[in-house]
């Protein structure tokens, strides 16, 4: 399972994590685009920004400043989404190993697992940043299979995040997209290329869809 946006209502915080930042550097808000900040990394901002309007900002400071204000709202605020408890208590039942895959670090998703008390549920978290390779890259989930001890055709990805269900795709892993209110541009590609849709996991059922995948 991907985390931010897929089982933690969170994707919204890291876009006001990292605009905190930037108005501080006199950034107006209007000048940064939504989706720009969730998708092209803190280099690809300052890029842009700094390109367009004529400034020298940093993107390591960014970056920094953005996982301070996260490593706060995982400590006190974050919630699973919707359904996301009680489909998770079904798959343990069913004695289906899951770990989550982010590219959020590792340290920042066991503070947010704890905080949200989901953290007894996986056998372990794949971070990005702790491999060097990014959840764009199929060699990621390759990785993840292989923790697990299985074949990527074996394993299925739960995200919100196109470029991450298509790099799953890729390796032969079995995706299901899932909506995300904070962050939907995608959506469209995502119902086309994803094996599954979900809108919610409120009211999913989970054992059915278990039980036909012959877990």
């Given at each position: 399972?991907?985390?931010?946006?897929?089982?933690?209502?969170?994707?919204?915080?890291?876009?006001?994590?990292?605009?905190?930042?930037?108005?501080?550097?006199?950034?107006?808000?209007?000048?940064?685009?939504?989706?720009?900040?969730?998708?092209?990394?803190?280099?690809?901002?300052?890029?842009?920004?700094?390109?367009?309007l004529q400034l020298d900002l940093d993107?390591?400071?960014?970056?920094?400043?953005?996982?301070?204000?996260?490593?706060?709202?995982?400590?006190?605020?974050?919630?699973?989404?919707?359904?996301?408890?009680?489909?998770?208590?079904?798959?343990?039942?069913?004695?289906?190993?899951?770990?989550?895959?982010?590219?959020?670090?590792?340290?920042?998703?066991?503070?947010?697992?704890?905080?949200?008390?989901?953290?007894?549920?996986?056998?372990?978290?794949?971070?990005?940043?702790?491999?060097?390779?990014?959840?764009?890259?199929?060699?990621?989930?390759?990785?993840?299979?292989?923790?697990?001890?299985?074949?990527?055709?074996?394993?299925?990805?739960?995200?919100?995040?196109?470029?991450?269900?298509?790099?799953?795709?890729?390796?032969?892993?079995?995706?299901?997209?899932?909506?995300?209110?904070?962050?939907?541009?995608?959506?469209?590609?995502?119902?086309?290329?994803?094996?599954?849709?979900?809108?919610?996991?409120?009211?999913?059922?989970?054992?059915?869809?278990?039980?036909?995948?012959?877990?």
């Open positions: 399972f991907d985390m931010d946006g897929t089982l933690l209502d969170s994707q919204r915080a890291w876009y006001e994590a990292e605009m905190g930042y930037l108005r501080e550097q006199g950034v107006d808000k209007d000048e940064v685009d939504y989706e720009l900040l969730l998708t092209a990394g803190s280099q690809g901002v300052v890029d842009y920004l700094n390109d367009r993107a390591t400071a960014l970056r920094q400043a953005a996982l301070e204000a996260m490593e706060q709202f995982y400590a006190t605020t974050v919630t699973p989404k919707e359904g996301v408890r009680e489909m998770l208590d079904i798959l343990q039942g069913l004695g289906i190993p899951m770990a989550i895959g982010s590219a959020t670090p590792e340290e920042l998703c066991e503070l947010a697992l704890d905080t949200t008390k989901l953290r007894s549920y996986f056998s372990f978290v794949l971070s990005s940043s702790a491999i060097d390779i990014d959840k764009s890259d199929a060699r990621f989930f390759t990785v993840a299979a292989e923790r697990f001890g299985i074949r990527p055709e074996e394993l299925v990805v739960f995200d919100d995040a196109l470029l991450a269900l298509r790099a799953a795709r890729e390796v032969g892993c079995h995706t299901v997209g899932v909506k995300d209110e904070g962050y939907d541009q995608d959506e469209d590609a995502i119902r086309f290329e994803a094996d599954e849709f979900l809108y919610s996991f409120a009211g999913w059922q989970t054992e059915e869809w278990a039980r036909e995948q012959a877990f």
